[in-house]
């Protein structure tokens, strides 16, 4: 029996190794490890066997059972393997993975953020789904004014409901910061806000600005003008000027509008980039500051229009259609 057991091992490993297809080894596990198998047929078979050869068999048979299931075991991942697809040359070539880049307006806040930081300014903060006070009558614009209209906002649940409306203007973190410190104060702000505006060239209907407001005593127009040329001069180069013509904005006064000049290929224009003022003492009281003793003055830039300005973009539109082959150039 001993010579029998021997040879069926043998012929069941040459079977095994000679499968080549993963769905043919259950029938091969059925055929000499399965309930019918050969070697359960030997084992049955023990009992015929003379009781001095009994432990030998026995232990013969054990020894070819599991030397038969580990072999299998191993012949069954290895066909896994070839199942799974051709092994890894680890030589060949990576596939490089394409690297992406900050974002042209991303690039521009930071680089604004680092000039005015550098001046003193501290960042301040606001939401985006702001409440009419912070939006309007905080800001001294009051009820009926034609700026609080449907078709100049976008109001949540129509302007009957006229509750929350997404901000308009990063004028709305001067009201907060100044009812959450007290002055003197210098601190700018930086985020999206929304207009309902028809998309062309240099407008959009989601856009950045970036807010500057200083309140303290004796605050002067020539604290903002000197302010805005430093800021030109860091941002554009020491060639960089501003001018302010006189503007109207309901939350300053007197109000400016702020140009400056930049090298546009090659030549040198003015360009609006935002308004500007002394903060209008109604503000300053709306929040509880004393305007008898606290001047301020303000401003508020597209970040947009600078960045298109800095790196002569021509179309807002270009910002957000998000073709990642016009925005690598500004990487
Ligand atoms: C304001 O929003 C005032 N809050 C600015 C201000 C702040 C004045 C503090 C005084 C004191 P204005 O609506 O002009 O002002 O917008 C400011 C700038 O935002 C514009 O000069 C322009 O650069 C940019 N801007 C306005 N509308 C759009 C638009 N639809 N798309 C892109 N940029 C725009």
């Known amino acids: 029996m001993l010579a029998d057991i021997e040879a069926k091992e043998r012929a069941a490993l040459e079977a095994l190794s000679a499968l080549t297809d993963p769905n043919a080894l259950d029938a091969w596990k059925s055929t000499y490890l399965g309930p019918q198998g050969a070697l359960r047929e030997f084992?049955?078979?023990l009992k015929s066997v003379s009781k001095?050869?009994?432990?030998?068999?026995?232990?013969?048979?054990?020894?070819?059972?599991?030397?038969?299931?580990?072999?299998?075991?191993?012949?069954k991942n290895n066909l896994g393997e070839v199942v799974k697809g051709p092994a890894i040359d680890v030589t060949e070539p990576g596939v490089a993975l394409p690297q992406g880049c900050r974002h042209v307006i991303a690039r521009t806040i930071e680089e604004i953020?680092?000039?005015f930081a550098r001046m003193g300014f501290a960042i301040a903060d606001g939401p985006e789904l702001e409440d009419e006070w912070h939006n309007f009558n905080a800001l001294n614009i009051p009820a009926g004014h034609p700026a609080r209209g449907p078709a100049d906002n976008f109001y949540l649940g129509g302007a009957a409901a006229g509750k929350l409306l997404l901000r308009t203007q990063t004028s709305t973190v001067q009201i907060r910061a100044m009812e959450s410190q007290k002055p003197p104060l210098k601190v700018i702000a930086i985020g999206r806000v929304y207009r309902p505006d028809t998309?062309?060239?240099?407008?959009?209907?989601?856009?950045?600005?970036?807010?500057?407001?200083?309140?303290?005593?004796?605050?002067s127009m020539v604290d903002l003008k000197t302010t805005l040329v430093q800021f030109a001069k860091s941002f554009f180069g020491p060639e960089a000027e501003v001018r302010m013509r006189p503007s109207f904005f309901p939350f300053t006064e007197p109000s400016a509008e702020l140009d400056m000049k930049m090298r546009i290929k090659g030549e040198w224009k003015w360009v609006e980039l935002g308004g500007c003022g002394m903060v209008d003492p109604n503000v300053l009281s709306a929040v509880g500051i004393d305007?008898?003793?606290?001047?301020?003055?303000?401003?508020g830039l597209g970040i947009e229009?600078?960045?298109?300005?800095?790196?002569g973009i021509t179309d807002i539109r270009l910002l957000f259609e998000n073709d990642a082959r016009f925005l690598r150039q500004f990487a």
Not at 291 to 299: K, R, V
């Open 52 to 75: 001095e050869l009994k432990p030998a068999v026995g232990a013969r048979l054990n020894q070819c059972k599991s030397a038969l299931e580990a072999a299998f075991d191993e012949r």
């Open 199 to 219: 998309h062309d060239a240099t407008h959009y209907s989601m856009f950045h600005q970036v807010e500057g407001l200083c309140i303290d005593r004796g605050v």
């Open 43 to 45: 084992m049955q078979g």
């Open 113 to 115: 953020v680092d000039v």
């Open 305 to 311: 229009r600078v960045a298109m300005r800095r790196y």
């Open 291 to 299: 305007p008898e003793e606290w001047t301020g003055f303000a401003f």
